[in-house]
């Protein structure tokens, strides 16, 4: 891996977890604001649900 691709990926790594810090905190916010336990036990489960969708998806794909 050149340095370029490194430097990329690195951009791309940090933008992501941005990205999801503020997705997560916005639902914190509006999502159960006065009970917290229960807004971040969604979050969680939120978080898995698509986590699971998507290594579904993943795993549909041909390999090539």
Same mark, same amino acid.
């Given at each position: 891996? &050149?340095?370029?691709?490194?430097?990329?990926?690195?951009?791309?790594?940090? %933008?992501?977890?941005?990205?999801?810090?503020? /997705?997560?905190?916005?639902?914190? *916010?509006? /999502?159960?604001? &006065?009970?917290?336990?229960?807004?971040?036990?969604?979050?969680? *489960?939120?978080? /898995?649900?698509?986590?699971?969708? %998507? /290594?579904?998806? *993943?795993?549909?794909?041909?390999?090539?």
């Amino acid at each position: 891996m &050149n340095l370029m691709n490194f430097l990329l990926w690195f951009i791309a790594v940090i %933008a992501v977890v941005s990205m999801w810090r503020g /997705l997560w905190q916005l639902m914190d *916010i509006y /999502l159960w604001p &006065n009970n917290p336990k229960r807004s971040n036990w969604a979050s969680f *489960i939120i978080g /898995l649900v698509v986590l699971a969708i %998507a /290594l579904a998806f *993943i795993s549909q794909q041909p390999e090539i």
